[in-house]
């Protein structure tokens, strides 16, 4: 279980994001640091991390974001939740924000957009099926088998837990897409993970999934070589990175170690030839693949360009 460190939080609840897949939306973190503690997470690198084992949680974010809101003159037509720190780790404190949070602003009809690679409890899966026509989540998923999840995703759920609640989120008429985000380089790019993955998403009724390739930073090599103990696993994925390039990404403005553009491509294009089968859309991040993608993620939603009240979709309202 981690340690939850109670802090108020200083700065401002609504935040932007320097990548451009969420530019037109505010962005809100309800803690540092995260219980599910993958391996790969570029977030061990930030400053505001606060640590392995350790989650922050911003206990005024409901009382900040109410203060937001009233000084606004028109509302935010949807809020992305989170950059940095799922909503839906195993964390009571967490969750219990969660809740508040997403309740407070779906009942304002504020929309609500998620990525999760935890357990989502039942009165948070009502909350969101009550409130479907302003929803829009994400499940992240690398592979189906529980053994190299438990590796990576040591606090995640389980993949047949996710695929189940997107399953019954679907059945609640939620928009549900996958996000298999890292592709982990020899351990889950080949045929033999991303078929049966793509064919489990495709029975549930996902129709999109949005995807990249890992990339390293100091932070995530450092996790990866402490906690992954399959040492024929983590050498086999080092070692594609044996001629990686540096890469100028536009998430952060920063600079990271990535497999070279061929290689990546070649990956890309495995993918979308499986999904392709399964009538599956395969989306690729520009934002993390400015050398190999023009496109975007859509990691905020696919909302109508025009909604609530006739107004256009917008960053910040004043």
Known sequence: MAEVILVERKSAVLT???????????TVNLAAGCAHECRYCYARGYLTHPGEGRVALYTNTLVKLREELRRKRKKPTTVYFSPSS?????VPEVLNMTYD???????SEIGVAFVTKGRIPERHCNLLAAHAPLVQGRIGLITLDPATAAAFEPGAARPKVRLAQAADLIGAHVPIEARLDPILPGVTDGADCLEPLCEALARIGVRTIAASVLFLRPAVIGSLRRHIKDKLMLDK?????????????HAGNSRVRALPTAARLEIIDRLKSIAKRYGLEVLVCACKNP?????????SGRWPPVT??????GLFPS
């Not at 990548?19 to 505010?26: D, E, R, S």
């Open 16 to 26: 932007p994001s320097s990548l451009a897949c969420l530019a037109h939306v505010p």
């Open 86 to 90: 799922d909503p839906f780790q195993p």
């Open 101 to 107: 949070v997403f309740k407070f602003l779906l009942e």
């Open 237 to 249: 994925l080092l070692a594609r990175f044996a001629s990686s390039e540096p890469l100028a990404i």
């Open 291 to 299: 050398d190999i993608s023009r496109g975007s993620c859509h990691i």
């Open 308 to 313: 609530r009240g006739g107004s256009q979709l």
